[in-house]
Every structure is written in structure tokens, then in C-alpha cells.
């Protein structure tokens, strides 16, 4: 029984590694001024998104210190996430667009750190997206990077 359990979660961090995967071949094509504009993006997100939130819940981590949410509950918190993003797909106007780009980091930064094995992907992913902060106007690195490790 215990090793069904294994299997599934495996195969969730599978799944997820290869979505990750993707989307960070998609963040190196992106110019640096265009990743800047979703970082702002982000950054707003988070500041709207934070700003009657209690320090130190699963939601106020899952963009801060995503490494504390339990594997779980970042599942939940993504979910929720990609209903969003898929919403604002839908629409075609740039600000839509845009929210779906922001909503997009926070989605697979939360995925990559609350499993220890996609951490380095984070980290990779973060690496990749530094490349717009010196562009950005809103997202500030010392304050919107995530703890990821």
C-alpha cells in the first residue's frame, strides 16, 4: 500500500518536473523587458493578493516562503491558480494576458519549491527570470523573490 503511495506521488513530481520543464524553455526565449513586465506583474499580484492576508499562512507563503507549504495544500493553491490563468487566457486584452503571465510565475515557483526534488528547477527558473529585474518598475528582488531553497 505504502509503495502505491510512492508511485502516485512520483508520478505527480513527474508530471509536474515536465510542466516546469516547459514553461522554463518558454521564460529563455523571452526578452529581458518582457519578463520585466511579467515580474511587475507578479509583484502586483502578490501585493494585492497579500494585503488583507495574515503573515505566515499557507496562502501568504505560497508566495513568500513556498518551501513551508505542504506539498498538498501547494497542489490546492495552484489549482486555484490555473483556473485563474486559464480565465484570463481566454480573454484577449493585453491586461488579461499579462495577469496570466504574473499568475504564471507564482504557479510554477509554488509547484517547484514545495517539493524538495524540483527545487533546483526553481532555482533555475529564477535564474532565468532575473535576467528582467534590472527592467522591472514595480517587482523588487530583494523583497518578491521567493525563498525556493
Known amino acids: 500500500m505504502l509503495s ?3 508511485h502516485k506521488r512520483y508520478n505527480r513530481i513527474l508530471a509536474i518536473e515536465i510542466m516546469i520543464s516547459h514553461y522554463l524553455a518558454v521564460i529563455k526565449e523571452m526578452s529581458d523587458t518582457k519578463l520585466a513586465r511579467g515580474l511587475d506583474m507578479a509583484a502586483e499580484i502578490k501585493h494585492v493578493s497579500l494585503e488583507f492576508e ?3 499562512t499557507d496562502y501568504w507563503n505560497a508566495f513568500s516562503n513556498p518551501i513551508l507549504v505542504p506539498e498538498k495544500t501547494a497542489e490546492r ?4 491558480w490555473v483556473e485563474k490563468i486559464n480565465t484570463m487566457l481566454e480573454i484577449e486584452s493585453s491586461p488579461a494576458q499579462l495577469y496570466a503571465a504574473g499568475m504564471s ?13 524540483l527545487r533546483q528547477q526553481g532555482l533555475a527558473l529564477w535564474n532565468e527570470l ?3 529585474f ?9 523583497v518578491d523573490v ?4
Open 4 to 6: 502505491l503511495f510512492k
Open 54 to 56: 495574515e503573515r505566515h
Open 77 to 80: 493553491i495552484q489549482a486555484s
Open 105 to 117: 510565475i507564482w504557479s510554477h515557483s509554488l509547484l517547484a519549491a514545495a517539493y524538495p526534488e
Open 130 to 132: 532575473q535576467r528582467g
Open 134 to 142: 534590472k527592467y522591472c518598475e514595480r517587482f523588487d528582488p530583494h
Open 146 to 149: 521567493p525563498e525556493i531553497i
